[in-house]
């Protein structure tokens, strides 16, 4: 079993940037591929990025590429959303993922434990 918290999320003017963090639960994070996922009001929950769990391998969403960062700390058991050049379609709140299983990350029911998420809103 994995808890996960996030944090980070805020208000933030186009152009600035937020750094989200999740917090895991439990000695077996570092067993875990993570994902970062978003949902804005009235749509599908959408892959963001993904890190494996050796933090070696690294994929994103087009959308987002060369500005946001996925990394991880597991002494820390915490994975991280640098987020750089933020656009008002960011807007959104924003879940952490963790999965055991293989595959590509880019799916959404890979995933076996998710956080509660926590909301980023950019403002133009």
């Known amino acids: 079993q994995v808890q996960l918290v996030e944090s980070g999320g805020g208000l933030v003017q186009a152009g600035g940037s937020l750094r989200l963090s999740c917090a895991a639960s439990g000695r077996t994070f570092s067993s875990y591929d993570m994902g970062w996922f978003r949902q804005a009001p009235g749509k599908e929950r959408d892959f963001v990025a993904a890190i494996t769990w050796s933090g070696l391998n690294t994929h994103y969403t087009d959308s987002v590429k060369g500005r946001f960062t996925i990394s991880r700390d597991n002494a820390k058991n915490t994975v991280y959303l640098q987020m750089f050049s933020l656009k008002p379609e960011d807007t959104a709140v924003y879940y952490c993922?963790?999965?055991?299983?293989?595959?590509?990350?880019?799916?959404?029911?890979?995933?076996?434990?998710w956080g509660q998420g926590t909301q980023v809103t950019v403002s133009s």
């Open positions: 993922a963790a999965k055991i299983r293989s595959g590509t990350g880019f799916d959404s029911r890979e995933y076996d434990y």
